[in-house]
Antibody, heavy 121, light 107 residues
Framework: QAQLVESGGGLVKPGGSLRLSCAAS????????LSWVRQAPGKGLEWLSY????????YYADSVKGRFTISRDNANNLLYLQMNSLRADDTAVYYC??????????????WGQGTLVTVSS | DIQMTQSPSSLSASVGDRVTITCRAS??????LNWYQQQPGKAPKLLIY???GLQSGVPSRFSGSGSGTDFTLTISSLQPEDFATYYC?????????FGQGTKLEIK
């Protein structure tokens, strides 16, 4: 059974940085695209970024482009999200998720439990 | 960016009811449409992929339909564990976008 476990969340001041990690197990990590999705308190889901299986294809939402960097370590089954220049509106639960290909489309079939990032002075 | 609009935003229903949630895309997305269920304090769970594919382990009372711009999620007979928030998501183009959510509450 695939499992994803995020870590690295916490309280950070505006303008600060944080690196989230997502540890994967139960599947061949290097075969899958992976995504980060966040959810602000009481709000809906917002897709942030994804990275291809070998890391050569990366996309970002405009809201985080230039501030956040996604990366992966296939040798150790780890996904990262480096977050710089954090703002109050980045406060959210951050989820990592696995992208699966189904019927020639894609979906997020496994999600981590989420890690809370709070940006406040 | 493709905008996804769900309706209704909230819905009250009773156990045993048949419920339909609608998702509309601002442009055609073929069948690149997924549905997720989220319980309070939990991660989203994939229910339906490619508009109509039932994810493994998801009860058959859940079904999805549609193509192009208009999609529906139907729960044929509500069970107590189905009271949650539901999101649609398009993966036709980047950025992937979600609907605003539909909160299904017990009447």
């Amino acid at each position: 059974q695939a499992q994803l476990v995020e870590s690295g969340g916490g309280l950070v001041k505006p303008g600060g940085s944080l690196r989230l990690s997502c540890a994967a197990s139960g599947f061949t990590f290097s075969d899958y695209f992976l995504s980060w999705v966040r959810q602000a308190p009481g709000k809906g889901l917002e897709w942030l970024s994804y990275i291809s299986s070998r890391g050569e294809i990366i996309y970002y939402a405009d809201s985080v482009k230039g501030r956040f960097t996604i990366s992966r370590d296939n040798a150790n089954n780890l996904l990262y999200l480096q977050m710089n220049s954090l703002r109050a509106d980045d406060t959210a639960v951050y989820y990592c998720a696995r992208e699966a290909v189904e019927m020639a489309t894609t979906c997020l079939d496994y999600w981590g439990q989420g890690t809370l990032v709070t940006v406040s002075s | 960016d493709i905008q996804m609009t769900q309706s209704p935003s909230s819905l009250s229903a009773s156990v045993g009811d048949r419920v339909t949630i609608t998702c509309r895309a601002s442009q055609s997305i073929s069948n690149y449409l997924n549905w997720y269920q989220q319980q309070p304090g939990k991660a989203p769970k994939l229910l339906i992929y490619a508009a109509s594919g039932l994810q493994s382990g998801v009860p058959s009372r859940f079904s999805g339909s549609g193509s192009g711009t208009d999609f529906t999620l139907t729960i044929s007979s509500l069970q107590p564990e189905d009271f949650a928030t539901y999101y649609c998501q398009q993966t036709y183009s980047i950025p992937q976008t979600f609907g605003q959510g539909t909160k299904l509450e017990i009447k």
